[in-house]
């Protein structure tokens, strides 16, 4: 069974994307495997399989990431962006 999760990105003022991860997306996972990549990696992923510190795991071809207001969970985990380092983020779902 997967672990889905979702990572926003902010691009501008009021607009985030959201990238999906299948596999997973627990956080003793993530934040581990998070820390080797930036948030142009990430969005340059657009939709991802599984995230690891040595790869990006994607589809191909990939969907385009959701792009909301604001971070917003729509699975079981949320990470985003903050103060330059990688956290499990509380959001509106």
């Given at each position: 069974?997967?672990?889905r999760a979702q990572?926003?990105?902010?691009?501008g003022p009021e607009e985030w994307a959201h990238v999906y991860v299948h596999y997973d997306g627990y956080p003793e996972h993530m934040l581990a495997a998070l820390h080797a990549w930036t948030p142009e990696d990430i969005l340059a992923?657009?939709?991802?399989?599984?995230?690891?510190?040595?790869?990006l795991d994607?589809?191909?071809?990939?969907?385009?990431p959701r792009v909301l207001p604001r971070p917003t969970r729509a699975?079981?985990?949320l990470y985003v962006w903050h103060d330059?380092?990688?956290a499990e983020a509380e959001a509106a779902q």
């Open positions: 069974m997967s672990t990572i926003a990105i902010q691009t992923a657009r939709e991802i399989r599984q995230v690891s510190a040595e790869a994607c589809f191909d071809p990939p969907r385009p699975f079981g985990h330059g380092t990688w």
